[in-house]
């Protein structure tokens, strides 16, 4: 009687052992998983300005290499310490099912953390094409108004003045057209951003100006 006394006091002495092993564990995870999340949330991919969005990246980065570090941890928190109490409690169903319960939403707040990972590397990728298509753009429209702002036709005679003149307002109104894409595609992801990260507007005041003064120029001509 004394030693089925016995054996059963070490049993709950186990069992009670592995459950607060199970809990410490269980509580680490789900405070790191909390965490990941709220700093996934402060990264936001999308900007016009490629410096802010390799900034971003980097912040990424060391986001999931801080989450991957905890995957081993967490596998051995299933297959073991898990498995142990859930087997040490296989006699009470109510306890099993609130375990299980426990672990199923680990289980599942670790996949959506994942997940919602891939999606915003993908997001990044994403945001550092059009934004290094936004920039080439932009440069372009900004190059051709100071290349041909610098062009002089003093020295052609009327005929070739006037060919000149004519192909500069055909390619400035052209321009014009590619200044309210630009403008439009700043505008579409301007909403996206939280707040102002580069100097765009302050861009497009000045290529606005640009073409201003070029088709007075035009006009004069």
Do not use: G, P
């Given at each position: 009687?004394?030693q089925?006394?016995?054996l059963?006091e070490?049993n709950?002495?186990?069992?009670?052992?592995?459950?607060?092993?199970f809990?410490?564990?269980?509580t680490e995870l789900?405070?790191?998983?909390d965490?990941?999340?709220?700093?996934?949330?402060?990264?936001?991919p999308?900007?016009?300005?490629?410096?802010?969005i390799?900034?971003?990246?980097e912040?990424y980065?060391q986001?999931?290499?801080?989450?991957?570090?905890?995957k081993i941890?967490?596998?051995?928190?299933?297959?073991?310490?898990?498995?142990?109490?859930?087997?040490?409690i296989?006699?009470?169903q109510?306890?099993?099912?609130?375990?299980?319960?426990c672990i199923?939403?680990?289980?599942?707040?670790?996949?959506q953390?994942q997940?919602?990972?891939?999606?915003?590397?993908?997001?990044?990728?994403?945001a550092m094409?059009?934004?290094?298509?936004?920039?080439?753009?932009?440069?372009?429209?900004?190059?051709?108004?100071?290349?041909?702002?610098?062009?002089?036709t003093?020295n052609?005679?009327?005929?070739n003045?006037?060919?000149?003149?004519?192909?500069?307002k055909?390619h400035l109104?052209k321009?014009?057209?590619?200044?309210?894409n630009?403008k439009?595609?700043?505008t579409d992801?301007e909403?996206?951003?939280?707040?102002?990260?580069?100097?765009?507007?302050?861009?497009?005041?000045e290529?606005?100006s640009?073409w201003t003064q070029?088709?007075?120029?035009?006009?004069e001509?």
């Open positions: 009687m004394k089925a006394n016995d059963h070490e709950l002495l186990l069992t009670q052992k592995t459950a607060n092993q809990w410490s564990e269980y789900s405070i790191f998983l965490d990941i999340s709220k700093q996934l949330v402060e990264i936001h999308c900007s016009t300005s490629c410096e802010y390799k900034h971003e990246q912040k980065n986001l999931i290499e801080k989450f991957l570090s905890k941890k967490f596998q051995e928190f299933l297959q073991e310490y898990s498995l142990q109490l859930l087997t040490l296989s006699n009470n109510q306890e099993t099912e609130e375990i299980q319960c199923q939403e680990l289980e599942q707040k670790w996949d953390i997940t919602n990972l891939n999606i915003c590397q993908n997001q990044l990728s994403e094409i059009k934004s290094t298509e936004f920039n080439a753009k932009l440069e372009n429209v900004s190059t051709w108004f100071d290349q041909t702002s610098s062009l002089t003093s052609e005679d009327n005929n003045q006037f060919e000149h003149i004519r192909t500069v055909e109104d321009k014009y057209i590619d200044i309210v630009l439009q595609d700043y992801i909403q996206q951003m939280e707040e102002k990260v580069n100097l765009v507007e302050e861009q497009f005041v290529i606005d640009k070029l088709n007075d120029k035009i006009q001509q």
